[in-house]
């Protein structure tokens, strides 16, 4: 991993606090990141597609998976589990490539171990209040749902210290641009410069780590 030119990013932040949205906003423009497609077992809600927003598993297909030691990290959360399957970071990590993880905190924590270069990012919502707000607008979960991630919340926000970045999305696109920014100042460090410009560190006798 020493060699490895591009970055790991991951984006941990309660049910509700809009990493989905950010991270979309942020692939919209920027085609070079390779998304993590999570499994799950917990159900699509209405508009989720199938090997697109997750890969929905049975229980029993999810076991199968991290039995046979097909996921780098796995958590339960909210009574489902998730898990980022190893494949598909591995090629882009072989290829160079800049890969985004978006996780819970425990699955963090063990990523952590494995990448400790990994770039972590926490996004808190402006208030308990507001999160709630937003999940009952987002109307895609039940209230039950609702109330159990709100409560969740906190514990999950206790985390963020863990985390080297803190985003507070309370402007949309401020909360955007700051994203953005970490990408870029990521894609500045040694590793990736000395690959993308190697004709001129060579010029400069200047030798990739
Ligand atoms: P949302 O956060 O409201 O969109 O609800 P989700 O059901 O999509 O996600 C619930 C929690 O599971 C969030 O904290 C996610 O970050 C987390 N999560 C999603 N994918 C993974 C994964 O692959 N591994 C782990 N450990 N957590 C995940
Ligand atoms: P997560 O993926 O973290 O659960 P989402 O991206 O689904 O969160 O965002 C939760 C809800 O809040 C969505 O309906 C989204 O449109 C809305 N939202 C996200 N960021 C903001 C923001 N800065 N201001 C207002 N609403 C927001
Ligand atoms: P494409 O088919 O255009 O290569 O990929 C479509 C989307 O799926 C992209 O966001 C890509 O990053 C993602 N993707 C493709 N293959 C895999 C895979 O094996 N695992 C995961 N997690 N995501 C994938």
Known sequence: MKNFPGNVFMVVAPSGAGKS??????????????????????????????????????????????????????????????????????????????????????????????????????????SIEILNERLNKRGQDSQAV??????????????????EYVIINDDFSVALQQLQQIVTVARLRFASQAKKHSELFQSYGILAQ
């Open 21 to 126: 949205s950010l991270i979309s906003a942020l692939l919209k423009e920027d085609s070079n990141i390779g998304l993590s497609i999570s499994c799950t077992t917990r159900a699509p809600r209405p508009g989720e597609q199938d090997n697109v927003h997750y890969k929905f598993l049975s229980v029993e297909e999810f076991e199968t998976l991290r039995d046979n030691n097909e996921l780098l990290e796995w958590a339960k959360v909210h009574d489902n589990y998730y898990g980022t399957p190893k494949a598909y970071v591995q090629e882009r990590i072989d290829k160079g490539q800049d890969i985004l993880l978006e996780i819970d905190w425990q699955g963090a924590a063990q990523v952590r171990e494995q990448f400790p270069q990994v770039i972590d990012i926490f996004i808190l919502p402006p």
């Open 146 to 163: 609702i109330e159990r991630r709100v409560l969740a919340a906190s514990k999950e926000i206790a985390q963020a210290d863990k985390c």
